[in-house]
């Protein structure tokens, strides 16, 4: 843990004990892997 506080990987560890949650965030996973992708992509090409 870092000394401002709950890493995000501790409130994400946390979050996803709910069903509800873990159910919404396995949804939007695909959307949010391809959004990361181009992302990287972008950067690699230094066209961000």
Do not use: H
Request: aromatic share 8%; hydrophobic share 35%; net charge negative.
């Amino acid at each position: 843990m870092s000394k401002l506080g709950t890493s995000f990987e501790a409130v994400k560890e946390d979050l996803l004990t709910d069903g509800e949650f873990k159910m919404e965030y396995e949804r939007l996973r695909p959307e949010y892997e391809a959004i990361r992708r181009i992302v990287t992509d972008k950067r690699e090409q230094n066209l961000i």
